[in-house]
């Protein structure tokens, strides 16, 4: 501890809460795509109706109150049956992974979110920082919601 973990693997992360927040908040649970560079992130999920500006404020207080909680952040390997039995198709995004990956990294969030993902994370929660809300944008045509966010750097210097 006491080593700011690299920035993209802070924003990377944050994309894992946000979703938990968009999944609470909207019901929202397919995600479409994710996008980061440097401190900005964008999370695309499948979602059928454009929010209103209050529920995505929402969204922003449950992912800061995740943060504020500092929780752990767990990864596990194990193989594809395994994470099945586990999580059913929670692990899946949108598109799925090819049938020839057999086994997984799995990102886990207890009662928040889970994921089949192998990028690195933060150890806890509270390492992100906080997350702000920029902007969002709904495509109808689509049915796809894009939340673009920020990492606000407000992780201890300790
Ligand atoms: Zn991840």
């Known amino acids: 501890m006491g080593e700011t973990p690299p920035l993209e693997v802070r924003t990377h992360t944050a994309l894992h809460v946000l979703k938990g927040a968009v999944q609470k908040v909207l019901g929202a649970r397919w995600t479409a795509g994710v996008y980061v560079k440097g401190s900005h992130g964008r999370l695309t999920v499948k979602y059928h109706r454009k929010p209103s500006r ?43 992974l090819p049938p020839g990956v057999k086994r997984l990294k799995i990102l886990h969030i207890e009662g928040w979110n889970v994921n089949a993902c192998r990028e690195r994370h933060t150890e806890t929660t509270g390492e992100i920082g906080r997350i702000k809300i920029r902007k969002f944008r709904y495509r109808p045509s689509r049915e796809l919601l894009e939340i673009s966010f920020d990492i606000l750097d407000e992780y201890p210097s300790i």
């Open 54 to 96: 209050e529920e995505m404020e929402r969204v922003e207080e449950e992912a800061n109150r995740k943060i504020e909680e500092d929780a752990p952040i767990e990864e596990l390997e194990m193989t594809r049956e395994e994470a099945e039995e586990r999580w059913g198709d929670a692990i899946y995004d949108l598109f799925p």
